[in-house]
Every structure is written in C-alpha cells, then in structure tokens.
C-alpha cells in the first residue's frame, strides 16, 4: 500500500512538472506575439520619424535667420527634429561623396542652406505632409520643400500590412495557446478523477472538492509565468547584445507589458481551466467515469 501511494504521488509530482515545462512554453510563445505587435507599433514610429523632409532656404538668409527659423519649428506640433546645414556645410559633404569640388570649375557655391526637418510619426502621412508643405512654403526664407511622398506612401503601406498580419497571428496563437493549456490541464484532471468521484460520494461540497486544484492551478500558472519571464528576458538580453540599437524600439515599457500579459495570461488561463475540468468531472455519474 505505501508503495503505491508512494507511486501515485510521484506520479502527481511528474504531472505537476510537466504541467509547469508545457504551460511555461506556450506562455513564451504567447509573449513573443505580444512583443511582436508592441514593437512592430514601435518599429513603424521608429521608420516614420526617421524619414526626412528638406526645407530648402534662400541665399539671402543669414545664419541668425535660420536659427530663429529653426526655434519657432521646433514650436509646432509635427516637429521631433531639426538640423540645419548651412551652404559651406552642404557644399563640404557633396565635395566628399562625389570626390571634386563643384564650385572649382562653377567659380560659385551651387548648394542652398537647408533645414532637415524629422516629423513625429503621427503626422507622416500624405494629408499631413500636404498642409505642412504648405505651411513651411509659405515662409518667405523658404524656396522650397522636399519630401518623398512615394516612398512615404509605400512605408506606410507596408507597415499597415505589417500590422494586420500580426494582429491576425497574435488572435490565432492566443486561441491555439489557450487550447494547449486547456488540454495539458485536463489530462491533469483527468488522471484524478476517480478522486473527485470519490471525495463527491462521501459527500464533500464542490468548492471543497475544486480548492486543491484550483491552488494547484494557481501554483502552476505562477511557476510557469515566472519560466516564460525568465526565457523571454533571456532573449531579450541576447537581442540587445546581439543588436544594441534595439532599444529604439525595446523599452521598458514593452517589456512591462509583455511580462504583465505572460502573468495574467498563465495565471488566469491556468484557473478557468481547472475550473471547468473539475467541473466537468464533478457532473459526471459513476457511469460516465468509467465509461471515459
């Protein structure tokens, strides 16, 4: 007898762990879709706003102008940042990427002093850009303003796309996670059935007859979550090793969130699972148990 109470709870143990190896696994499949489509939103800001629009200034603009030029720009609303270059500036960078001097042979400098102008990515779209060109035009130091509205377009197109099929394999994975969890806990259940049918004989309540399951539950979903954490963390450690500049997109905050969704998610799907399990085999007649 106590060899096989010995047995039977080894194999409890068994259960437990593999529970805790199964569950912590799809939890870091879950929170690398959560972190996919957090950083994806933070990758499509990070492109947006490192796209350029090129104010070009008149010839008759003093350096003093532009600095004045540059400090009401960074006033409006659609400016994150602003570079001037001036004409000698310009002039030195064409001279080192095409290899000569143009204004030795043209006996002039041909090139303008301009403003770099990065925009938050709210306003880096083609509605947006069109009033702000406007806007920026109607400055009389300003000649003109440059800005690559087709590669604009197709950024925004292509990261929009981007979007959706995340969102769509964020949805799929989460319900594919949820059956995962859902089955593994109910194999769990399952192999004590003959437990719940006889605690419910004797005439045990059913709250009284779920709570070492539930806790149990709640057990397993915090180990695992603390699993995933660590796993994901792990990965994370060898991205930004890997790529430091990914933490342009990589913050704390996603971070937070992902590790806040992966405690939620195993904590809370770990329960409602064991819930309707044993509730499942607490409806059941002797009849229906053997029969399964």
Known sequence: MSRRRKKTRGNQRLQVVTLCISTSLVLVLLGMVVFSVLTANNLSAYVKENLTVT??????????????????LYHRPYSRNIDYISKEQAQK?????LGSDPSEFLGFNPFVATLEIQLKSDYVCR???????KELRANPKVI??????????????????????????AVL????????????????????????????????????????????????????????????????????????GIVAILTWR?????????????ILITWLC???SVNKFLRMTAGEIYKI
């Open 93 to 97: 960078e064409q001279s080192e990427a």
């Open 55 to 72: 104010v070009m200034l008149g010839d008759n603009t003093t350096v003093h102008q532009a600095r004045l030029l540059c400090r009401d």
């Open 127 to 133: 509605d947006s850009m069109k009033w702000i060109a």
């Open 274 to 276: 064991s819930y309707f």
């Open 254 to 266: 996603e971070l937070a969130i992902v590790g806040a969704s992966v405690f939620i998610f195993g």
């Open 144 to 169: 003109d303003v440059a800005y690559q509205e087709d590669l604009m377009d197709k950024v925004n197109d292509n990261l929009r796309k981007v979007n959706l099929i995340l969102l769509a394999l």
């Open 173 to 244: 994975l989460t319900c594919v996670s949820f059956s995962l969890i859902n089955n593994t806990v109910r194999l769990s259940v399952y192999s004590r059935r003959f437990v719940i049918h006889t605690m419910k004989l004797v005439g045990a309540s059913w709250r009284f007859i779920r709570w070492p399951f539930m806790k149990q539950a709640l057990i397993v979903g915090l180990v695992a979550a603390v699993l995933a954490c660590g796993a994901l963390a792990g990965c994370g450690y060898g991205l930004y090793t890997f790529e430091p």
